[in-house]
C-alpha cells in the first residue's frame, strides 16, 4: 500500500514539478518571523517544499509550529528556515556559506534530497553534497540533524534502498542525528496529502514535527550560542 501511494505521488509531483522550480526561481527570504535575534541560539532549518510551507497557510508549516513547541517549552531558540521548494542538495550546499556566516547556528536541520531523485541526480552526487553540507555546519561549530526520505518504488528497490541508505550512512559517519524518514505515519494515508498527493497538508504538519522533534530536543540542551 504505502509503495503504490508512493509510485502515485511520484506520477502528480511530476505534474506540479514546474510550479516548483518555479518557487525554486524566487530568491529566498527569511522572513520576519524567521530573523532570529543575536542573543539567542539559532536552529536553521535547510529544506526543500515540504518545509517551505507549498501550498499550506502562511506560518502552518511544521517549521512554524516548531517555533512554537520551542516556546511553549520554554526553550529559547530562534528559528530560521531556509527552505526553497524545488531546492536539491546542489541548492543547499551552494547557499550553507552564506548560511552560516550571517546566522552562526547552534543546530542546522538538513531535509533535502527528494528533488535530487525527481531529477536524476546520481546518488553520488546527492551523497557529496550532504556530506559537504554536514561539513560546513560542523566547521562552523553546529549540531546536525540530517532528516532521512524515501523515494518511490518505481526507481528500482536497489536505487530506492540506496537512497535512503546514504542518509543512514552519513549520519553514521559524521556521528549526527538522523531523522529516519520525515513522511513516518503519514505516507500510506492519501487524506493528509494536498491534492497533488505529495505534499502533505496542514492536518499532516503536526505529525512531521512529532517526526523531528525526538531527534532535535536531546540537541537543545547541548547547543549553545555562538
Known amino acids: 500500500m504505502v509503495k503504490r501511494r508512493l509510485k502515485v505521488r511520484l506520477a502528480a509531483l511530476n505534474a506540479s514539478f514546474g510550479l516548483m522550480l518555479l518557487a525554486a526561481s524566487i ?23 515540504i518545509s517551505a510551507e507549498y501550498g499550506l497557510p502562511r506560518d502552518s508549516g511544521w517549521v512554524a509550529l516548531m517555533r512554537q513547541r520551542l516556546a511553549g517549552e520554554r526553550l529559547d531558540y530562534s528559528v530560521a528556515n531556509a527552505s526553497i521548494s524545488g531546492d536539491t542538495t546542489s541548492g543547499g550546499r551552494a547557499r550553507m556559506p552564506e548560511l552560516m556566516q550571517r546566522l552562526k547556528p547552534s543546530i542546522v536541520i538538513v531535509e533535502l534530497g527528494a528533488n535530487d531523485a525527481l531529477r536524476g541526480v546520481p546518488l553520488a552526487t546527492t551523497e557529496d553534497n550532504l556530506r559537504t553540507i554536514i561539513e560546513q555546519a560542523q566547521q562552523g561549530h553546529a549540531k546536525v ?21 546514504l542518509y543512514g550512512q552519513l549520519a553514521q559517519q559524521f556521528h549526527v542525528q538522523l531523522v529516519p524518514f520525515l513522511l513516518a505515519g503519514i505516507a ?37 550560542p555562538h
Open 145 to 165: 540533524v540530517l532528516v532521512g526520505m524515501y523515494v518511490p518504488p518505481n526507481y528500482g528497490p536497489d536505487y530506492t534502498q540506496k537512497f535512503h541508505g
Open 27 to 49: 530568491p529566498l527570504t527569511v522572513h520576519a518571523a524567521d530573523t532570529p535575534e543575536a542573543a539567542r541560539p539559532v536552529i536553521v532549518v535547510l529544506g526543500d517544499s
Open 188 to 224: 500510506d494515508k492519501p487524506e493528509m496529502f494536498q491534492a497533488d498527493q505529495m505534499h502533505p497538508n496542514q492536518q499532516a504538519q503536526t505529525v512531521l514535527l512529532d517526526n523531528v522533534w525526538p531527534t532535535l530536543k536531546p540537541l537543545l540542551h547541548t547547543a549553545s
